[in-house]
């Protein structure tokens, strides 16, 4: 390992030579306070900043050690670590003075939730933190002496005040702790009560607009049905009450604009842990919950979906459907029997984002459509069998159609924000409007054997950079393109950052060039990345490689979710 004063004496030696010299800086160096890692030299000014890393011994960091010995701790620090380093380094962003992206410090933006990211990982040795420098030149000739002012006058200052536990506030860095382990506290007793989600009351559940995820100011705080309270005993905030949904089936009604569907997205993301002051703090929903709605025009391969869709009149197998260019009904069951092939434990349904001839057919209908002419049987009438067969909870959002009071379990009404539970009023209602008598195939669980290849016959290998490797381009949160195949991302709702988007292309490519070999299975592919992941992280997808800084953990609903949406496959 090199000095700091070696990387001095090999920046004056290459002030004022082509831009390309730069490279011959890659390598670490001791500073003495933390170690400084330069991974990855950009080629020009103008092009992706440098990769770098800092990595800090606990030894001098100094944290306690109970902050990072599980898992939920410690990416509640490491997202922490993240937001003090962009506190530290955005004011001298672009103080280092050329052409191009000369003189940028950027590191990862962190939204309201707490996601793994590759910009921070804390393992036994240390605090490791990646993040870009522009390294400034004028034209293409380098500018040495405005290099030097970010590596030994900006650089220790901000790893400094950020990554060392003397300088941050002690009470903010415990509430961080704290915090995680109060979230998972929920979410552990989310199992051992029976019940899908939490919502805690004075949670503050609208968000400011459509483009900004901070919580909306002067708006009516949550508070829960009496029916429906519940309170818990948090080992650090203590009692907390809030409401508590059983596990069956739930609807939530109500007039337009009356909170119904905000109620929703709150579940949506309480797959994810939320920051301090973020209003959706303690709105925890079991972690497999997933989004279903209906997805036109999506690719759908060899799922199994005649739970829902039999008997086509062009004599198509659904029992391993496949469409490019699907429809509404059909996209939504492939949905859904994809989320039971990932063991899902809750659905989450807006009936405005449905294909209403998949959620169901009305009396008058049913009366002059004759069940055999009719391929669909609608999730009305599956929605029990789901939960009592497969196990999994349905939450539905529903304004125009009465028939699902009659297969809830527990009726809520969003009143000017407000839940009242309506339940005992629904079920009395449905004594009087009974459900017309339906014959439908048996329920069977759907099975996932879908076994894939590669795009292409040959692929490079793990770890390689040659010109077979798929090539990577994050379109935005929405998308991403591998080989110029578009992934099409957009109705998988509960992607929270485009990091994640980053994170599943880096997956593909891994599953096309290590996994998808023609004897694996899609669910066994899901699997072994699973494991992947657990052992270590994202850092895993690229063995002795540089990991790139701005990927973030989605979860395994969104993997899977991905997988089923790439259109290469072949089978």
């Known amino acids: 390992m090199n000095t700091s004063t070696q990387l001095r004496s090999q920046l004056a030696s290459i002030h004022r030579k082509s831009y390309p010299a730069y490279k011959s800086l890659k390598g670490s160096y001791d500073f003495q306070r933390y170690i400084f890692h330069i991974e990855h030299v950009q080629g020009d000014p103008f092009a992706s900043p440098s990769n770098v890393r800092v990595f800090v011994p606990h030894s001098k960091a100094g944290f306690p050690e109970e902050y990072y010995q599980t898992a939920h701790t ?107 382990e109060d979230q998972y506290f929920i979410r552990q007793e989310l199992s051992r009560l029976g019940l899908t989600a939490f919502v805690a009351d004075g949670a503050i559940l609208p968000r400011q607009s459509g483009v900004s995820d901070l919580p909306m100011k002067n708006c009516i705080p949550f508070s829960s049905p009496e029916s429906l309270r519940i309170q818990l005993q948090l080992p650090h905030k203590g009692a907390l009450t809030g409401m508590g949904l059983p596990r069956g089936i739930t609807l939530i009604v109500g007039g337009g604009y009356h909170g119904k569907s905000t109620l929703l997205q709150a579940l949506e993301m309480g797959v994810y842990n939320h920051r301090k002051g973020d209003g959706r703090e303690y709105v925890i929903t079991d972690s497999t919950a997933l989004k279903i709605r209906a997805e036109d025009g999506r690719h759908i391969q060899q799922v199994d979906i005649s739970l829902f869709i039999n008997d086509l009149p062009n004599q198509k197998d659904t029992r391993a459907f496949t469409s490019l260019d699907a429809s509404g009904s059909t996209s939504q069951a492939a949905n859904i029997a994809e989320g039971l092939y990932g063991g899902s434990r809750l659905f989450l349904i807006d009936e405005d984002t449905s294909a209403t001839n998949f959620m169901v057919r009305d009396e008058m209908m049913q009366t002059l459509i004759r069940r055999e002419k009719e391929p669909i049987t609608p999730f009305l009438e599956r929605i029990r069998e789901i939960y009592e067969h497969s196990g999994c909870s349905t939450i539905l959002v529903a304004g125009s159609s009465g028939a699902f009071f009659h297969k809830a379990d527990t009726v809520i009404q969003m009143d000017s924000y407000r839940p009242i539970d309506i339940t005992k009023a629904a079920k009395e209602l449905c004594q009087k409007y009974p459900l017309l008598p339906t014959e439908k195939p048996p329920y069977h669980a759907p099975k996932d054997k879908r076994i894939v290849l590669p795009h292409n016959d040959r692929h490079s290998r793990h770890g390689s950079r ?90 395994m609903e969104e993997i899977r979710s991905c997988l089923n949406r790439y259109r290469g496959w072949k089978n």
């Open 74 to 180: 410690r990416v509640a620090l490491q997202d922490y670590l993240i937001r003090r380093m962009e506190k530290e380094l955005s004011p001298h962003s672009f103080q280092a003075k050329g052409s191009g992206k000369s003189g940028i410090l950027r590191i990862t933006h962190c939204g309201q939730e707490i996601l793994e990211r590759t910009a921070c990982k804390i393992d036994r040795q240390g605090i490791h933190v990646r993040f870009e420098i522009g390294f400034p030149a004028n034209g293409r000739t380098i500018n040495a002496p405005e290099l030097e002012k970010i590596f030994f006058s900006i650089l220790p200052d901000c790893v400094f005040h950020a990554l060392y536990y003397k300088n941050q506030n002690p009470d903010t860095v415990l509430q961080v702790f704290e915090l995680a």
């Open 466 to 555: 040659g010109p077979e490797r798929a090539k990577l381009k994050v379109l935005s949160k929405d998308a991403f393109s591998i080989n110029r195949e578009t992934v099409d991302l957009r109705y998988v709702e509960q992607l929270a950052d485009v990091e994640q988007t980053a994170a599943l292309a880096q997956l593909l490519r891994y599953t096309l060039e290590n996994l998808a070999d023609g004897r694996n299975t899609v669910p066994q592919i899901c699997q072994q990345l699973e494991k992947l992941l657990q052992k270590d992280g994202l850092d895993g997808l690229f063995g002795t490689s540089m990991v790139p800084c701005n990927l973030a953990m989605p979860r």
